[in-house]
Nanobody, 126 residues
Framework: QVQLVESGGGLVQAGGSLRLSCAAS????????MAWFRQAPGKERDFVSL????????RYADSVKGRFTISRDNARNTVYLQMNSLKAEDTAVYYC???????????????????WGQGTQVTVSS
């Protein structure tokens, strides 16, 4: 079992920045690929970004490319999402997820993830 706890959300003006963190605990000895998803009210949970277990490979949704950066510190069992140039449409609950599944190209789907955090609210005011 892996427990995930997100932090770093909040209220920010459009054009501002936030950095989300996801701390993993429990069975962190396995090589987990990690991702961020987000869900706005009344909408489905959408893929934002993912990073493979070593940090060598990353993927981004088109809507956040060039603005968001995902990274990880395996020594601290923590994944980060640096969000710059935030827009009102980035407002959502952001969730951290983990999976031991391989094939990074297939990991943009929420169903592929086994463990989820409780989410952190990001609100961008225009």
């Amino acid at each position: 079992q892996v427990q995930l706890v997100e932090s770093g959300g909040g209220l920010v003006q459009a054009g501002g920045s936030l950095r989300l963190s996801c701390a993993a605990s429990g069975r962190t000895d396995s090589r987990y690929n990690m991702a961020w998803f987000r869900q706005a009210p009344g909408k489905e949970r959408d893929f934002v970004s993912l990073i493979n277990w070593s940090g060598a490979s990353t993927r981004y949704a088109d809507s956040v490319k060039g603005r968001f950066t995902i990274s990880r510190d395996n020594a601290r069992n923590t994944v980060y999402l640096q969000m710059n140039s935030l827009k009102a449409e980035d407002t959502a609950v952001y969730y951290c997820a983990a999976t031991a599944a391989a094939g990074i190209v297939y990991l943009t789907t929420a169903a592929r993830y086994d463990y989820w955090g409780q989410g952190t609210q990001v609100t961008v005011s225009s």
